[in-house]
């Protein structure tokens, strides 16, 4: 295992906006009939907008047109931004500044690969922007996860091979997205959701690059 490269995810991973889509999404949820719970946002997570708003209409039974549909997206969009307006480095979740001074002392290749089409605009709020190589997001890529290109496009930007990268990830899609690209992943949250995952923890705190090649070794 020669690990050159690490790509992480954003939402759930280097910040917890989760939350902040479920509240914009329930909105729009509710205007469809629809009592979005915990559980169907679980299923949200790494998906991208318009694949979001997909799987709303149908658990909502819900038929309405392209043009209503186009409406909705840019509401739970500007839902969304109002909600992350105050977002700064206290959102930084715990363990991720530790675990990129590590990555940085060691010379490893840093980047992001996110669905969300806002990655750019939060890595800035949270300060985190320049600590990457290479930020590709949403807005850079043809298919989401679980399609491998936000993270074969990453690796390309760090010209670094597929077998030398670890993703980060917290959502099934963008464990099999790293996992259907080649690359080792590890999984952030529970490890029977996440088990493609090459190794599964809670979150990134208290580790090394060390002591993740070596847990993965083991596994
Ligand atoms: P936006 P990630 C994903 O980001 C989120 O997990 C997912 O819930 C969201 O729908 C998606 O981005 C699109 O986000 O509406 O901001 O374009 O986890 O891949 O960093
Ligand atoms: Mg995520």
């Not at 309405?64 to 840019?74: N, P």
């Not at 992001?112 to 605009?121: E, I, P």
């Not at 043809?142 to 030398?164: H, L, Q, R, S, Y």
């Amino acid at each position: 295992m020669n690990i050159k490269a690490v790509i992480f995810d954003l939402d759930g991973v280097l910040t917890d906006t989760a939350g902040h889509h479920y509240f914009a999404w329930k909105e729009i949820a509710f205007k469809l009939g629809l009592n979005l719970t915990h559980e169907h946002n679980e299923k949200l997570k790494g998906v991208s907008r318009s694949e979001s708003l997909e799987l709303i209409c149908n658990w909502a039974n819900s038929n309405i047109s392209k043009a209503d549909k186009l409406k909705l997206l840019e509401e739970k969009n500007n839902r969304y931004l109002e909600s992350i307006e105050n977002l700064s480095a206290k959102d930084i979740l715990p363990g991720v500044t530790d675990f990129l001074n590590d990555l940085d002392s060691r010379g490893l290749s840093l980047a992001v690969g996110s669905s969300s089409k806002n990655a750019r605009f939060i890595l800035r709020k949270i300060g985190l922007e320049r600590r990457f190589t290479a930020i590709v997001d949403g807005n850079m890529v043809a298919k989401t996860k679980p399609d491998p290109e936000v993270f074969i496009k990453a690796a390309e930007f760090m010209g670094k091979a597929a077998e030398n990268c670890l993703v980060v990830e917290d959502a099934p899609a963008g464990v099999q997205a790293g996992k259907k690209a080649g690359m080792w992943v590890w999984g952030l949250g529970n490890p029977a959701e996440l088990n493609l995952a090459d190794i599964c923890t809670t979150g990134l705190q208290g580790f090394t690059i060390d002591s993740i090649k070596e847990l993965m070794h083991s596994a």
